[in-house]
Every structure is written in C-alpha cells, then in structure tokens.
C-alpha cells in the first residue's frame, strides 16, 4: 500500500484494536468475550499493519511468530498441570474465592488465538506479496 492516508489510518487504529483485544481477553469472565475474543481482536490490529504496511512487517513478524506459539503452549500447560498438582485436577483454581485461573486462561488462550490466527495471515499474506 502505498496511499499516505492508509498508512497513517493504520498506524492510529492499531492501538485502539489492540487495547480493546486486551481488555476483552482480561475481562472475558465478567462479560460477554474471553480469550478467542481477545485474541481475534489482536490478530485483527497486526493483520491492518500488515495490510497497510507491506512485506517488510510481515517478514519480521514471521521470524519471532514461533516463539509465541510455544510460549502460549507451554503456559496453558503449565496452567492445568499446576492445578492438577495443587489442587487435585486438571486447571483447578488454585485461589478459590478470585477468578486468577479464568483470567490467567482467558489471557493464554487469546495468545494462542492470536498466533494461529496471525500465522496463518502471514502465510497466505507471504504468498502474494509484491514489494511496495
């Protein structure tokens, strides 16, 4: 994309998106939302810089995507191990009266959720890209 008026449309979006993909991940329990939610949501605002931004952003993003699909991985079974050690099943909650178990989950899965859904933007977004 080479328009001035995109980039810059982007660039001022992008923040907003990824603060509500936040918050929607974090507070997923209390309301309607939770961690695939939050994770398309911040899949969404790394997918508009792509778009407005060109090749050189998706190649950096494709080196250090695998680093967060394994820390996502390890995390959400470190989770569930953890209360299955603690507490005598698998993602028990370990503090009882607080919800630290659905939002540390909610938080893992939207990592999860955007990462798979941001590879494969990166893979079908690498295939047909054209230097700008």
Not at 44 to 51: D, N
Request: charged share 10%; aromatic share 12%; glycine share 14%.
């Amino acid at each position: 994309m080479t328009s001035l008026i995109v980039k810059t449309a982007g660039r001022a979006l992008t923040p907003f998106i990824l603060l509500s993909g936040l918050y929607v991940a974090s507070f997923g329990f209390l309301s309607p939302g939770g961690g695939f939610q939050g994770g398309i949501l911040l899949a969404s605002g790394v997918i508009l810089i792509m778009v407005t931004h060109g090749s050189k952003e998706v190649h950096r993003l494709a080196e250090n995507i695998d680093w967060f699909e394994t820390f996502g991985a390890l995390t959400f079974l470190i989770v569930g191990l953890a209360g299955l050690l603690l507490g005598g099943y698998l993602f028990s909650n370990l503090l009882p009266d607080t919800p630290l178990m659905c939002i540390v989950l909610d938080i893992v899965i939207a990592l999860k959720v955007f990462v798979g859904i941001t590879a494969v933007f990166v893979y079908f977004f690498g295939m047909g890209v054209k230097e700008c």
